[in-house]
């Protein structure tokens, strides 16, 4: 049976459609993996370069307050209560050294007030609901950096800035926890094709994966090192 165009030319067969049809199908289940790849490595990408221009601004505010890290929260008090606290949280520290209070002279370039929020954020920040943007923080800062009795640390003393955690791939599950600004081994994200954006605290950025993820992006990591000899606490290197 032939289909047949008006005028009387000839169409395509039904069985030509079925092979047009399954070759496409064919090509589809390959194509799309492969986009949907690199559009993942695009954002770890873009995710890995944010946490880089992060560390210079990190290391800039160290430079200039005695070589002391900011805050990893906004509380006013340590976390064991016993020391006030007025130094800044570490998301609105940075911002001394990212923004200008200038602002572009045409509406077709990009303000810098959202070249800032956008720095400090994953990609994955572009698919929240605007709503919740003002309260979502998807990179955190390694709370285990300050100890319980203080507000800040001196970056000199972290023995191995080579494997100590600075900042990281946040959970963001619920509005409790994007709401934090700082976060645990128990809080990585493991967002980039099942593995997780690390920044420590020499600068250099790593993508890890733990081997027991399965790449949802809230997941956190069941232990300190995830098998990659993270460390957590500086004054605990070694703990598991």
Request: proline share 5%.
């Amino acid at each position: 049976m032939n289909i047949h165009t008006i005028g009387g030319n000839k169409g395509f067969t039904i069985i030509e459609i079925l092979i047009t049809s399954i070759i496409i199908a064919i090509l589809s289940s390959i194509i799309l993996p492969v986009l949907f790849a690199v559009k993942q490595k695009s954002q770890q990408i873009v995710c890995s370069n944010n946490l880089r221009q992060l560390f210079l601004a990190i290391e800039q505010y160290t430079n200039d307050n005695n070589g002391l890290l900011p805050r990893t929260n906004n509380s006013d008090k340590s976390r064991d209560d016993t020391k006030d606290c007025y130094t800044e949280v570490w998301f609105k520290a940075v911002d001394h050294y990212l923004i200008s209070s200038s602002l572009p002279d045409t509406r077709e370039e990009i303000s810098l007030e959202e070249r800032v929020l956008l720095v400090k954020q994953d990609p994955i920040f572009k698919n929240i609901s605007p709503s919740d943007r003002s309260k979502t923080r998807t990179i955190k800062m390694n709370r285990n950096l300050i100890p319980d009795s203080e507000c800040q640390r001196y970056i000199e003393t972290i023995a191995y800035p080579t494997k100590t955690v600075l900042l990281f791939d946040g959970r963001i599950n619920n509005k409790g926890v994007a709401d934090n600004f700082d976060g645990t081994s128990g809080s990585v994200a493991q967002r980039h094709l099942k593995a997780a954006n690390i920044l420590f605290a020499d600068g250099h950025v790593e993508c890890i994966q733990n081997g027991d993820s399965d790449g949802t992006t809230d997941e956190g990591w069941p232990n300190r090192q995830a098998g990659q000899g993270l460390i957590w606490d500086p004054d605990n290197p070694d703990l598991p």
